[in-house]
T-cell receptor, first 113, second 114 residues
């Protein structure tokens, strides 16, 4: 596999469920990101990890819990979500702050019922 | 606050014609990077073109070029000889140097008409 892969691609969950989104990058990058993409809104930066340390945390509700066990894997644990959390969740990676660009996965489409 | 504004929610262009997508940004930083990303219907976002703020020369990548006006904080994307495969959402993004904070605009949906 190459690039950034996200699983699952689609997820439907109830408000009381607990689920996780997974992201894996095969690019040798040392920074990984979670973004939330909602229609007609700018992409919202949620979390950034660099060398497995969280370096950005943009006032995200505690019902979203990130985990970065190593520089290749990033998880977003979800619990007691709200319907307004329904969105496309994008994972990305970069080579620290020196690298030029973000490399994105295809996203996980989350629907909260 | 650092913001990126894309004032055109949707644009259309005839195949083989030229189209320009607008982007303005607000920052007090002097060293930063600007990007245009493309998100086709399959959703994976890819980089189209990038510009370092300290470079006066406008970036060009094949049919894609930018008009970077630093004083006006403007960063427009020109697509020449538009192709059906150019149809996508286009996002303008900004990143201050030395940070992980990529800030995106709301996007412009480009339709290419055959």
């Amino acid at each position: 596999e190459t690039g950034v892969t996200q699983t699952p691609r689609h997820l439907v969950m109830g408000m009381t469920n607990k689920k996780s989104l997974k992201c894996e990058q095969h690019l040798g990058h040392n920074a990984m990101y979670w973004y939330k993409q909602s229609a007609k809104k700018p992409l919202e930066l949620m979390f950034v990890y660099s060398l497995e340390e969280r370096v950005e945390n943009n006032s995200v509700p505690s019902r979203f819990s990130p985990e970065c066990p190593n520089s290749s894997h990033l998880f977003l644990h979800l619990h007691t979500l709200q319907p307004e959390d329904s969105a496309l969740y994008l994972c990305a990676s970069s080579q620290g702050t020196v690298g030029w660009e973000l490399f994105f996965g295809e996203g996980s489409r989350l629907t909260v019922l | 606050a650092q913001t990126v504004t894309q004032s055109q929610p949707e644009m259309s262009v005839q195949e083989a014609e030229t189209v320009t997508l607008s982007c303005t940004y607000d920052t007090s930083e002097s060293d930063y990077y600007l990007f245009w990303y493309k998100q086709p219907p399959s959703r994976q976002m890819i980089l189209v073109i990038r510009q370092e703020a300290y470079k006066q020369q406008n970036a060009t990548e094949n049919r894609f070029s930018v008009n970077f006006q630093k004083a006006a904080k403007s960063f427009s994307l020109k697509i020449s000889d538009s192709q059906l495969g150019d149809a996508a959402m286009y996002f303008c993004a900004y990143r201050p140097s030395g940070t992980y904070k990529y800030i995106f605009g709301t996007g412009t949906r480009l339709k290419v008409l055959a």
